[in-house]
C-alpha cells in the first residue's frame, strides 16, 4: 500500500506489521536531532554513517524510522540497513512507546546500544545488552554529565550538548 502511494503525504512507520502514525514534530525534537547529527557526524566520519529518519530493516514486519542511526559506512541501494551501532529515539509523547515497543524491536534486532532521547525530563537514557527482546541494562544520563559510545569509546557527547542552552 505505501509503495502505491496510498500514505504519500503521511509520516508513518510500520511497526510489527501495523502501520504506527508519528507525531509532527515540535522545534525541540528537531533541535535535538540537528545537534546529535552535528556533534556526531566529525567525530565518526569514515568510521559510520549517521542516518537521520531514514528506514531502518529491523525485520520483516517492521520498518521503524528512527531518529537517527549509526551504521556501516556503505551505500545501502539494494536493501536498508538492518544493523546499526546505536539507534537514537527522540522522544515527546512516544516516549512510553519508545521505551518499550522500539527498545524490544531494536533489542530483538540485536542492536547494541539504543538511546531514548527523553525530552520532557532532558534525560538521554542508554539501553544496552539486548537479550530475548529486552536490554538488560538502563542508564540515565543528567545534564552536567557525559556519555560514551559504546562502539566508539572515543566519542563522547555531553548531555548539555544535546539539549542545548536554555
Known sequence: MVAAGFFENERI???QGV????????????????????LLVPR???RADVRVQLPFAVSDN???EPDLAL????TFAEAHPSAAFLIVEVADSSLTFDRREKAELYARAGIPEYWVVNLA?????????????????????????????LAFPDVDIAVDQVFGAR
Open 13 to 15: 512507520e510500520l511497526i
Open 19 to 38: 502501520l504506527v502514525e508519528m507525531s509532527p514534530q515540535k522545534p525541540l525534537h528537531a533541535s535535538v536531532i540537528q545537534s546529535l547529527n552535528r
Open 44 to 46: 565518526l566520519l569514515g
Open 62 to 64: 517492521s520498518l521503524p
Open 71 to 74: 551504521v556501516r559506512p556503505e
Open 121 to 149: 525530563d532532558r534525560i538521554l537514557e542508554r539501553q544496552s545488552e539486548p537479550a530475548s527482546g529486552s536490554y538488560l541494562r538502563v542508564a540515565p544520563f543528567r545534564p552536567g554529565e557525559t556519555i560514551h559510545l
